[in-house]
């Protein structure tokens, strides 16, 4: 929020007409599709786990169970910790336009254009992995999502955001 302070004007815009159409929290939160875009294309960029103190550009690590024969033919043995690295899907530009550019708007505009289920926060797909995919997608994402959601719509709305010792404000004013 504080490298694109242009975003915070737009972002409370959004927050106050949704919260002030719905008095089901739960149901606004579904149609803050500018927040969720913010939210997901951030994941996209920095979407990153940490590990043994550091941070790493991959989706959630696995560990196996039991010795497992991948389809390659690679065998992996039991206790192997297995990982994607995101940073390879999310910063294609096959799999997404301009990828080095940050986006606020990058899923809303797709949600715009009939894509709205599959772009959602907590969609995932091969080339979006923030959340993991397939049968190893985490169950946990919705209430991840709807967490991360009622943050940044409570610091949008209470508090003027910016880097210490600068005079930009995040409301880009």
């Given amino acids: 929020m504080c490298t694109h302070t242009a975003n915070a004007g737009p972002l409370r815009e959004e927050i106050e007409r949704v919260v002030g159409e719905d008095e089901c929290i739960r149901a606004a939160l579904g149609r803050m599709w500018r927040l969720e875009s913010f939210l997901k294309e951030s994941q996209r960029m920095k979407g990153m786990i940490l590990s ?4 790493l550009p991959m989706a959630p690590l696995r560990f196996t ?17 297995v990982t994607a690295v995101t940073r390879s899907t999310h910063l294609d530009d096959a799999n997404f336009p301009d990828t080095a550019t ?13 894509s709205k289920n599959r772009r ?9 992995i923030g959340f993991g995919h397939g ?9 991840a999502a709807d967490d991360l959601k009622i943050l940044l719509a409570c ?19």
């Fill in 155 to 173: 610091v949008v709305i209470r508090y003027v955001v910016k880097f210490r010792g600068r005079g930009q404000e995040a409301a880009g004013e």
């Fill in 102 to 114: 940050f986006d606020p708007t990058r899923f809303s505009s797709m949600s715009e254009e009939g």
């Fill in 135 to 143: 049968r190893h997608t985490c169950p946990g994402r919705f209430f």
């Fill in 52 to 55: 043994d103190s550091c941070l």
């Fill in 65 to 81: 169970l039991q010795d497992v024969l991948l389809s390659n033919g690679t065998p992996l043995s039991a206790g192997t910790l």
């Fill in 120 to 128: 959602c926060y907590v969609s995932t797909t091969p080339t979006d």
